[in-house]
């Protein structure tokens, strides 16, 4: 095995505040937004198991013991606590927290404080745009204030993130002017039956002023194939912005192959070994086989659950000792490469990218 140093985890959200009732849990454990079926839980799943492998002894429990029990210790030490015990066990240095998720969620500066980490903010390009548009009375004041909006972000924060631009085929090319004001009047006119900004147009605007910030930029991927994404990853190089893909899984190796063959594409790994528990260490290496290791990094994908912090950070520490460690045993890798390759990818390869503090 192979020591990880601590993680910069470079996608992730914050904690919910409150106290946390058995459904609530559930549904923020499964991810799916829903409770599970009748008759089932979500603890009966990959990531249920490692919740219940790595949380309870940062509890003062036992490994693996029963859900009931573990939720009751939680509920007898109170979120903040909790939260406080699991954040600082999970091997985190540096939070990059999307602060663009609904919900009663902690801030980056909460979540550093509670973790004994750094934290720094992702602002997400659509809810950018939709509070641009709750105080801006016209279509010409609207693209203003957001080429302004960008801007100043760009200032401050490390990344932008844009959620649904990148679930489906993009044009790669800039909308022109009129298309842009034509969508935005479009949109503008429709949002309260539409909801979140979902129009292409004004999405690869979006993306475009994003790409000129010079910011890296985050494209989730949900659980879609990244290949579409090849043309826009061709028109953005040589540009100076990185592309970061996240959550790629089952379509992790597609993401690896975009970030082998183009100079600014980055994928992540860590999200797909949540999902994947036990099984983490063989998608890591499928990452591996294909993406340069200096163009993976660590995320957790975390979401209201200080558990999937802890989960996302020891099976991706775990599957990197087992990958790198079963190689130097092979005589394939000598240890100190194999203690560098970790170092990069837990931390250096992020740290680098987001022009974070010990970028070398």
């Not at 991810?31 to 198991?49: I, Y």
Request: net charge neutral.
């Amino acid at each position: 095995m192979i020591d990880t140093p601590p993680l910069v985890d470079q996608y992730c959200h914050g904690i919910l505040r409150t106290e946390l009732g058995l459904g609530t849990f559930e549904t923020a454990l499964g991810r799916t937004g829903t409770l599970p079926a009748p008759g089932t839980t979500f603890f009966d799943t990959q990531t249920g198991f490692a919740v219940r492998r790595w949380c309870p002894p940062l509890l003062d429990l036992e490994p693996h013991c029963p859900p009931a029990r573990y939720l009751a210790r939680r509920r007898e030490l109170g979120a903040i606590e909790a939260g406080r015990r699991l954040l600082r066990g999970s091997g985190i240095s540096t939070y990059l927290v999307d602060t663009g998720v609904p919900g009663d969620l902690t801030a980056p500066h909460e979540i550093a404080a509670a973790g004994a980490a750094d934290a720094h903010e992702i602002v997400c390009l659509e809810l950018l745009a939709e509070q641009v548009a709750d105080t801006s009375g016209s279509v010409a004041s609207f693209l203003a204030n957001l080429a302004e909006a960008v801007h100043t972000a760009a200032a401050s924060a490390v990344a932008f993130a844009c959620v649904t631009g990148a679930r489906a085929e993009l044009d790669p090319r800039p909308p022109g002017p009129g298309e842009v004001r034509g969508a935005a009047g479009r949109w503008l006119a429709g949002r309260r039956r539409h909801g979140r900004l979902d129009d292409p147009v004004l999405l690869r605007h979006l993306l475009w002023n994003a790409v000129a910030s010079g910011r890296p930029l985050q494209l989730q991927l949900g659980m879609a194939d990244p290949m579409p994404l090849a043309a826009f990853a061709d028109a953005t190089s040589g540009l100076g912005t990185d592309l970061v893909l996240l959550h790629g899984y089952p379509y992790h190796r597609q993401a690896a192959h975009l970030a082998g063959v183009h100079p600014h594409v980055y994928t992540d790994a860590g999200p797909a070994l949540v999902r994947t528990g036990a099984r983490a260490a063989g998608v890591l290496a499928e990452i591996m086989e294909l993406a340069p290791f200096g163009k993976v990094l660590y995320s957790s994908g975390a979401w209201g659950l200080p558990e999937l912090h802890v989960v996302g950070a020891r099976l991706f520490s775990q599957a990197l000792g087992r990958v790198l460690g079963g190689w130097v045993a092979d005589g394939a890798w000598s240890g100190g490469d194999a203690r560098r390759v970790a170092e990069m990818i837990a931390a250096g390869n992020a740290r680098r990218v987001y022009g974070l503090a010990g970028a070398a």
